[in-house]
């Protein structure tokens, strides 16, 4: 059973507050979990709580979540049985009562539910893997690793916000995540000679100033074949274009329903989003698109699906917020084929596994990710392979806390072959 629940503040990858949890158990094991926070958040994600005192952290503090852990969900939940993470979750989302999460918070609330899964692996003494996905079968996630940034991520030229490389013909994860390194070694070497600065953003990404998106692609197809791979054979492009924000930048200027590429000073029609997407996967080796379309343009997003959903996967993140009820949706509007699954976007770990399996029993993919705002916890790696994610989106390979999951991956996989 549950003994006692303590939080405390720590920090994440850009020096911003956020919740670490750990969780007691009478017979003597620990779990420990934190949670990730977000550069611009999905306006239908789950309510992270922040403090909003201005003399701390530039109201960024997280002391009020970690009053919530300490002084009410750990009484609440002392005396429950650590494995009953369904009971767990669903008596937190009760007693927060909210549809999002906003008065207990769901950093509160996900670091409880996390550091209760960790427990309860350590209790039974099964890798966390194994506890959430049982034993048998697992196969590992192909990495989606972040080498060029742009949009909200970046001060340069480009407009997508992620530029990511996709390891598809690799024989093992081991071997997918040396080629990836690799590709974001030599594309370092090629923007070095081409004078271009090869300094990395907040998410680990290059940000050379481009003469637009599509040269990023260019080059890092370029940087794939000078590794010695093929496109499409070996490797493959994934993007996350984040266009809500280009949608919301349309909005603020008066142009409702279009897209403002606001670092090009271009403003295109939905219709101009799908011929270039569709232009874009004529000529390059595309795995994915993700938010290819904003959140609210449901119109945008069915005719982004009927040229291109048999094609190229078309992921959406801000669109579902790794939400059931934001899938259900989607689901009937039979927009998109794949999702975006952030823990932190719904807030427990029994409704992302909800969720996770709400999009396979319909045919969609689901690509475990990590956020702009991370810590050095693994879960989404243990995650990734519980549910035999095709997918994993972990960041980049030049910083600590992406390279961090990616090595527990490794580990698992070795693992696996025993
Ligand atoms: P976020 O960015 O974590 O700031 O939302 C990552 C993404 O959009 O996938
Ligand atoms: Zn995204």
Redesign the pocket.
Known sequence: GIEDIFAHEILDSRGIPTIETEVYTDDGNIGRASVPA???PGQYEAHELRDGDQTRYMGNGVLKAVKVVNEHLAEKLTGMNVIDQEAIDRKMISLDGTSNKSKLGSNAILSVSLACAHAAANALGVGLYQYIGGIGGKKMPVPLVNVISGGRHADNSLSF?EFMIAPIGAESFKQGLMWCAQVSHTLKELLRDSGLSASFSDVGGYVPNLSGDEEAIRLIVRAIQKSGYRTGEHFAVAI?A?AGEMYNEAKAVGEEGQYYFWKQNRMLTREDMVKMWNDYCRKYPILSIEDGMAEDDFEGWEVMTDKLGDKIKLVG?NLFVTDKLRLKKGLDLKIANSI?IKPNQIGTLTETLGTIELAKTNGYTPII?C??GETGDTTIADIAVAVNAKYIKAGALSRGESVQKYNRLLKIEEELRY
């Open positions: 977000v550069t611009s916000q996350d984040a993140d975006i990710s956020r702009s």
